[in-house]
C-alpha cells in the first residue's frame, strides 16, 4: 500500500559528507545528495539566518536533500556558513552579517564545479540565504537564483542592480503572510530587478511550516529545473 510522505520521510539517494576550505582558510561542512540516475540539475543551498537557527539542517534544505534526488532528478548540495552548527558538524570561524560569508558562498560555488562537477547549477537562497545569494553568488557559471522568503535585509539597491544588468533568471517566492517582505511590498523592493519573477505563495509564512508550505517550496524548485517531473509525488 502506497504511504503519505512525511515529514521524516527519506527517499534513495547517494548521500557524501564534505568539507570545503575557504580562501580565508574557513573550514565549511556540509553534504552532497546525489540522485541515483541521471541529474536534470544542482541546487546549492544557502541556509537561514545562523543567529536565528539557521543552519543547513533548517527543514525546508532537510526535506529537500531527503526527497529531491528521488523525486525530481534534482542533486542538493547543502553546507554550514561560518560559525553554524548542524548535526553534521560546526564550521569554523564566526558569523560576519553577510561580510565574510562571501568567501563561503565563492568557495562553495568552485567546489560545486571543480570537484562535484555539478551541471546546471542553480542557487536557491531562504531568508539570509537569498541575501547571501544576492550579494555573491554571481559566478557566470551558475543558472540563475531561486529565493524563498527573501527578507532584502543585507542585499542593496546596487546588489539588484547587479542582477538586472546581468540578466540571468531570478525566481522569488514570497510568502503571503511573511514576517519581513509580503508579496506587495517585494514587487516594489525588487523593483531594480527587471527579470525577477515574483511568486506570492498563498496562506505560507516565512519558515514554510507544514507539509502543503513544503511541497509547494520543492514543486517550485522543480519548475524551474526539471518541469517534466511535475507534479512531485505525495505518496510512495
Not at 127 to 136: H, I, Q, R, V
Not at 162 to 178: C, F, K, M, S, T
Request: charged letters at 25%; aromatic letters at 8%.
Amino acid at each position: 500500500m502506497p504511504e503519505l510522505i512525511r515529514p521524516s520521510t527519506v527517499l534513495p539517494a547517494v548521500r557524501t559528507p564534505f568539507v570545503v576550505r575557504t580562501e580565508d582558510g574557513i573550514d565549511l561542512v556540509g553534504e552532497i545528495a546525489r540522485t541515483l540516475d541521471e541529474a536534470a540539475g544542482t541546487i546549492l543551498m544557502l541556509h537561514p539566518l545562523p543567529t536565528a537557527g539557521g543552519m543547513m539542517d533548517s527543514h525546508v534544505y532537510k526535506k529537500a536533500a531527503n526527497r529531491l534526488p528521488a523525486m525530481a532528478g534534482i542533486n542538493v548540495v547543502r553546507f554550514n556558513t561560518r560559525g553554524t552548527t548542524s548535526e553534521a558538524g560546526t564550521s569554523s570561524g564566526h558569523f560576519d552579517n553577510a561580510v565574510s560569508e562571501r568567501f563561503d558562498v565563492e568557495a562553495m560555488i568552485n567546489y560545486c564545479f571543480d570537484e562535484l562537477k555539478a551541471e546546471k547549477l542553480w542557487v536557491v537562497g531562504w531568508s539570509f540565504g537569498t541575501d547571501l545569494a544576492l550579494k555573491f553568488a554571481r559566478d557566470k557559471r551558475i543558472k540563475g537564483l531561486i529565493l524563498l522568503s527573501p527578507p532584502l535585509r543585507f542585499s542593496t539597491e546596487e546588489d539588484l542592480q547587479w542582477w538586472a544588468q546581468d540578466g540571468r533568471p531570478v525566481i522569488a517566492l514570497v510568502p503571503e503572510h511573511d514576517d519581513y517582505l509580503q508579496p506587495d511590498a517585494a514587487r516594489i523592493s525588487f523593483a531594480p530587478l527587471k527579470q525577477i519573477q515574483i511568486i506570492a505563495a498563498e496562506d505560507a509564512k516565512h519558515l514554510w511550516v507544514g507539509e502543503p508550505a513544503v511541497y509547494r517550496v520543492l514543486s517550485e524548485i522543480t519548475k524551474v529545473i526539471a518541469p517534466e517531473r511535475l507534479p512531485l509525488p505525495e505518496e510512495i
